[in-house]
């Protein structure tokens, strides 16, 4: 069968000048196939497709998955050697969760790692932010932006995750967005990356500052231990509450040095993308 349709795409380069892919360029989507030819979509897989030449020329498309969850958003990114994507479980994760795909060979084969599990008080979600991998001195470890459901206060709250052993394990999550209780995150605008330097940086909408929830605003905030603590919250959004982002999913963040890139779009009659540069 063909795929007839594909979304969320995300692309990735081996960095590492020592790995045997250095500069292969990875890119992911999420595609429908028609495996029978009578122009139904009968199953869903993510698929990757390779390039070692730049861009130039790329290998065919091919399953890595045979099927995959509702909520299927993933990123890729490599790092040492090894090309790392996340998507919604189950998968290992019992009950449902997060989990870690991890391939050593430019992802001819898969190994699978469960980041959260869904629990009594906690329900985990991608929703598209991914796992990063560190880009200084020890690619062992990994970083993942999630989103949480707290049962016990039916709130969505913005979390990260880390793990020091590529991925095998993952510790407690720590509270990242310091939106109001009365107020909400997004569900879908938010967006992390790590700085050459180890600086985390984090962006996300939440309408602390609308009166009837219709409108959001972006934050920003970082660590520089790794996420264990984080800054101050900073609005990038220049009026509160004045524009609607909502019914969008355009947002990303770039780390550079002593230099973060937010990219995010709103509705001022028309939709317009903004970036904001913040300078440490």
């Given amino acids: 069968g063909y795929p007839v349709t594909g979304d969320f795409p995300r692309f990735g380069i081996d960095r590492d000048p020592t790995s045997i892919y250095y500069g292969w360029f990875f890119v992911k989507a999420d595609s429908a196939f028609d495996t029978t030819g009578d122009g139904i979509c009968d199953i869903g897989a993510l698929h990757l497709s390779r390039s070692t030449d730049g861009g130039v020329t790329w290998s065919d498309h091919h399953v890595m998955l045979d099927s995959i969850s509702p909520g299927k958003l993933t990123y890729i990114t490599s ?10 479980g189950p998968g290992s994760c019992v009950g449902g969760g997060i989990e870690l795909l991890k391939s050593f060979n430019a992802g001819n084969s898969w190994q699978a790692f469960c980041i959260g599990a869904n629990s009594g008080q906690s329900l985990w979600f991608m929703n598209g932010t991914g796992v990063r991998a560190d880009p200084t001195t020890n690619p062992n470890r990994l970083f993942a932006l999630v ?27 720590v509270r990242v967005d310091d939106t109001p209780v009365t107020k909400e995150i997004s569900l879908n605008l938010r967006a992390f990356d790590v700085s ?3 600086r985390i940086d984090v962006i996300w909408a939440d309408n602390r500052n609308s009166a009837d929830g219709t409108t959001d605003d972006i934050y920003y905030r970082y660590s520089i231990d790794q996420g264990t603590t984080w800054s101050a919250s900073i609005r ?18 770039a780390s550079a040095g002593t230099k973060a890139y937010a990219a995010h779009c709103r509705n001022d009659g028309v939709w317009n993308c903004y970036v904001s540069t913040i300078t440490h």
Avoid: F
């Fill in 196 to 198: 050459s330097n180890g």
């Fill in 236 to 253: 990038l959004t220049p009026s509160a509450a004045q524009t609607d982002i909502h019914g969008n999913d355009y947002i990303e963040i």
């Fill in 79 to 88: 790092s040492d050697w090894y090309l790392y994507m996340t998507r919604q």
């Fill in 147 to 173: 989103q949480m459901y707290n049962t016990l206060t039916s709130r969505y709250e913005l979390a990260m995750v880390k793990s020091i052993n590529q991925g095998v394990s993952w510790g407690a999550p």
